[in-house]
């Protein structure tokens, strides 16, 4: 019977070694659209998330600690973004990859910096995340007034003399890049002949489209989500409308190409280089490939939001997140975008986006900024 208690005794204390260890677990979250019509970012946000949670675990983890991941669904709806925020806050968790729309990571991060949780979103790209002296907030992508200015550059240089007409969804993120793009334009001496706006879930944009058929647009710019810009694409093309559509980050998936067929060929859209083709990302790439993941759009910017924050921790000995957020932005750091610094607002410092265009099969490729 002794043995017997003694043999309880060790295995009582290994359950609680055991369940002790697994307590000392570093939970970080992911949060962006799980659901919902920009379902197809959150899933590159998810799989970025996860390929990295799961790399650095296998090194050895962050101060001696494995990485859980938990992730958020708030389907790109701003309320529903503020409670995931309040929820990832009370729960103690120190950092957050997200979110996705911009709508939803601006007032997030209010919440994220009074429960005091650091917040890089990989894919928000509007200028006002990091305006509002938030101690807390980062971005490893652009901002719209940069890519709002390529957009416009490349408009004024091949569309001199045509009619271009300007849309938006209304949308924090889809209002803003419009804006940015029409102010680039102006400033270049460049006038829209139609600016006008519709709402995010529309289906129906043959009033849209109609008015372009009136007034001859011969490129048509949409500030909005991919899901809207393909059927504004499709109904045009139903009407016999051959105008060229532009638009930006957000058409980075080929659920576009699902939505619009061959109608896709010729589509333009501003993203940075393409983060595949990077020299620093290639093994990582290959275990995305070798799970039959496509690592595009937002994938990697995800995953270099993670080792940034991780390095960062490393580097600070803590997981406080005023602490890390001070070594961030003092530092550089090494991910699969490369090296990546941080200025006092949380933008990085080295930013380039370039024109993409896609094709007929549905993929598409970086141009030239002449357009070819």
């Known amino acids: 019977m002794k043995s017997l208690k003694l043999i309880g005794l060790a295995l009582g204390a290994t359950f609680a070694l055991s369940a002790s260890a697994f307590a000392q677990d570093i939970t970080i979250a992911v949060a962006g659209p799980m659901t919902g019509s920009e379902s197809a970012f959150g899933r590159q946000m998810k799989n970025g998330a996860e390929q990295a949670v799961a790399d650095i675990n296998a090194g050895g983890g962050v101060l001696g ?27 103690k968790i ?18 994220y910096a009074d429960s005091n949780v650091l917040q890089i979103t990989p894919a928000s790209t509007n200028p006002l995340f990091t305006e509002r002296k938030l101690w807390n907030v980062a971005r490893v992508c652009g901002r719209d007034d940069q890519q709002g200015l390529v957009a416009a550059d490349f408009i004024v240089k091949n569309y001199k003399g045509k009619n271009v007409a300007i849309l938006n969804d209304k949308t924090t993120y889809g209002k803003g890049l419009a804006d940015e793009t029409k102010k680039a ?5 460049f006038q829209e002949k139609m600016f006008e706006s519709y709402n995010k879930g529309d289906k129906d944009f043959n009033s849209i489209v109609s008015r372009l058929k009136r007034d001859n647009i011969d490129l048509v710019y949409v500030g909005g989500y991919h899901q809207e810009a ?5 109904q045009m093309r139903d009407q016999g409308l051959q105008t060229v559509l532009m638009a930006g980050d957000a058409m980075n998936d080929k659920e576009f190409a699902s939505i619009t067929g061959p109608a896709a060929e ?48 490393a580097k600070a ?13 003092a530092g550089e750091w ?27 099969k549905g993929n598409y490729t970086e141009i030239n900024p002449k357009g070819s």
């Open 65 to 91: 600690k494995k990485l859980k991941l938990e992730a958020n669904d708030d389907a790109c709806d701003p309320k529903q973004a503020r409670s995931i925020a309040e929820k990832i806050g009370g729960a």
């Open 334 to 360: 090494d991910t699969v975008l490369g090296k990546m610094a941080f200025d006092a607002k949380g933008d990085i410092k080295a930013i380039d986006y370039v024109v993409y265009k896609w094709d007929a």
């Open 230 to 234: 393909g059927l504004i694409l499709r």
């Open 317 to 329: 000995g803590s997981t406080d997140a005023k602490k890390v957020m001070d070594t961030i932005k």
């Open 94 to 111: 120190p950092f957050v990859a997200g979110h996705f729309c911009s709508s939803s990571s601006i007032p997030a991060s209010e919440a």
């Open 266 to 313: 010729g589509t333009l859209f501003t993203f940075g280089p393409d983060p595949r083709n990077k020299p620093t990302a290639k093994a990582i790439v290959e275990k995305f490939k070798a799970k039959n993941i496509d690592p595009e759009g937002y994938t990697l910017y995800t995953y270099a939001a993670m080792q940034v924050w991780t390095q960062a921790v």
């Open 185 to 189: 334009l102006n400033k270049a001496g």
